[in-house]
């Protein structure tokens, strides 16, 4: 059974920085892209990011040139960096695995989230 798991959130101020890890287990991590996902309160959840199998990065919009994501096969985790937080970027943030490698669309294990709140 596939598990993911997310550490790594917290309080932070706005203009700081976090960094989120995602490690999972009883999959073949290095083959399946991985992505980042969020729920602000009352609203649906987002795409942030993901990374492919072979490392390509996508990106939504609202956090481009902010946050980073990358993988370590190794350690079977995906980390999501995270700078110049603002207000808005409080919510819920989910790890997820990909249904294939090599695209940034389409999800199918997801972790139980971990909680940034950006606030003064």
């Known amino acids: 059974q596939v598990q993911l798991v997310e550490y790594g959130g917290g309080l932070v101020q706005p203009g700081g920085s976090l960094t989120l890890s995602c490690t999972a287990s009883?999959?073949?991590?290095?083959?399946?892209?991985m992505g980042w996902h969020r729920q602000a309160p009352g609203k649906q959840r987002e795409y942030v990011a993901a990374?492919?199998?072979?490392?390509?990065?996508n990106y939504a919009d609202f956090v481009k040139g902010r946050f980073t994501i990358s993988r370590d096969n190794d350690k079977e985790t995906v980390y999501l960096q995270m700078n110049s937080l603002a207000l808005n970027d409080t919510a819920v943030y989910y790890c997820?695995?990909?249904?294939?490698?090599?695209?940034?669309?389409?999800?199918?294990?997801w972790g139980r989230g971990t909680q940034v709140t950006v606030s003064q």
């Open positions: 997820a695995q990909g249904r294939g490698g090599a695209t940034f669309r389409g999800f199918d294990v």
């Open positions: 990374i492919t199998a072979g490392g390509s990065t």
């Open positions: 009883g999959t073949i991590f290095s083959i399946y892209t």
